[in-house]
């Protein structure tokens, strides 16, 4: 069972749970709207948004960095 999860949306605010979605952290990642997040495992994962931003994670969002 699976119980971490990352969202993204409007000026660039991101958020995290750990716990099946029952409370979320929240993330402020970048000024500009995130449209999309994907993980290709429990820690890899990226978010992109308008402008062609592209944000990184290696530790399953705890910290994010700006890829291009």
Do not use: C, M, Y
């Not at 949306?9 to 929240?26: I, L, Q, Y």
Request: charged content about 15%.
């Amino acid at each position: 069972l699976r119980t971490t999860g990352f969202a993204v949306g409007s000026s660039g605010v991101g958020a995290r749970t750990v716990d099946g979605g029952r409370s979320w952290a929240k993330q402020n990642l970048t000024a500009i709207t995130l449209r999309g997040v994907a993980f290709a495992g429990a820690q890899e994962g990226w978010a992109v948004g308008d402008g062609g931003d592209i944000w990184g994670t290696i530790d399953a969002g705890v910290t994010w960095i700006r890829i291009s």
